[in-house]
Each structure stands twice: as C-alpha cells, then as structure tokens.
C-alpha cells in the first residue's frame, strides 16, 4: 500500500520548494497540490457565479474572470469572507484529493498539498504529516522581497494562519527552511528514505 503524506507549513516556508524535491527524488510518488486545484476551480463557472454572489461583481475583471489580487485582499481583511470562500472551495478540493488517493494506489507515496491543513476542517486520509518550517523574520522577508507584497499585507497572511511552531508541534516529520537550499534538500531526502524504508515506529500512525 502506498504511503500517503500530507504537506503542510506555513506561508512562504517552501512548501512547493519540498513538492518539487520529492517528484525528483522519488520519481514514483503522485502529487496533489491544493493550492494548483484551488486555481482550477477559479476558472470554472460554477465557482465563479458562486463567488460573485457572496462577494460582487469587484470580485470579477472586465472580461468576468476572476481578479484573483482582490479575491486574496478581501479574503486576508475579512474572516467572514474567508469563511465564506474557504466553505464554497474546500469541498471539491477534498473531494478531487480523495479520488486522486484512491487512483494513485500504485505509487510507492502519495504527496497532499494542504497549506491550511490545520486551520480547516480538511480531513483527509494520511499515514504522516510533514510541515516545512521557517522562522517568521525569514516569511516575512520571503514575502516582501520576492512576492512583493507590502509589509503590511506580509503580516496580514501571516497572521491569518496558525504558528509555524503550532504547526510543528503536530508534525510527524519536520523540514526546516531557514538556511542553505543543499541542507533543506538533504532534510527532505531522509524524511522520504524513512518513510520508504518504513523505518518509522516512533511516529505515530494518523487514524
């Protein structure tokens, strides 16, 4: 049976940084990224009617694709609305992640991309959680000098979502991110050779 790991971290941790290491380290591992199945759903009609409803017409550019710079704004100002966007998208990614386990079978591991893992009610299958961490100066910093965001905007998202170190706290696995990219590349590598190997009595099973 495949193990299925779920990844996890905070904004701007490396999260797709650690996706990329595993598809060309495990060349047999399937990978479901949450963030990549949200922005297909962004796209499709259903969602976009929806998210005009509860949001407006400003949610929506000229040519009525979604503006997806307001959409992010509104969603970091205000909890109800992202209460709202997170209960109209969060079903059909859960649904689309449990079908892609169960058609990924064949595969030596199964890789979730779940950034809001902890924060919302996601409850997907895993055998293991896996967060990509990295101290809060370094998010900041990362989201300011290469998103290009403002400062305030950075501690606005970064706000709006658990501590990294709450989110360690329930890691089976952890890949801190802070330093050079040769030492968090080498971190990921001895997650995955671990959980191959099945060398792992002393992390416990998820239910």
């Known amino acids: 049976m495949s193990a299925v790991l779920a990844i996890t971290g905070g904004v701007a941790c490396g999260k797709s940084q650690c996706l990329q290491k595993i598809k060309a ?75 892609f386990i169960g058609e990924s079978q064949n595969s030596s591991m199964i890789v979730i991309e779940v950034p809001l893992l902890y924060e919302v009610d996601f409850p997907i299958f895993r055998d293991f959680d896996v967060v990509v961490g990295c101290s809060e100066a370094t998010q900041l910093n990362r989201l300011t000098n290469i998103r290009k965001l403002s400062k305030d905007q950075a501690i606005q998202i970064v706000g709006a979502q658990l501590s990294v170190q709450s989110k360690v706290d329930r890691a089976d696995f952890v890949a801190w991110n802070d330093g050079a990219l040769q030492d968090f590349d080498d971190q990921v590598e001895i997650i995955i050779d671990t959980i191959l190997s099945n060398d792992t009595e002393k992390y416990d099973r998820r239910d």
């Open 25 to 99: 380290y495990c060349r047999d591992s399937r990978i479901f990224s949450c963030d990549e199945e949200v922005s297909k759903l962004l796209t499709e009609k259903e969602i976009v009617r929806s998210l005009k409803g509860c949001i407006g017409d400003a949610v929506l550019e000229s040519n009525g694709v979604i503006n997806r710079h307001f959409l992010r704004e509104k969603i970091f100002e205000s909890s109800i609305v992202r209460k709202q966007v997170e209960d109209l998208i969060h079903p059909h990614v859960l649904k689309r992640a449990k079908a």
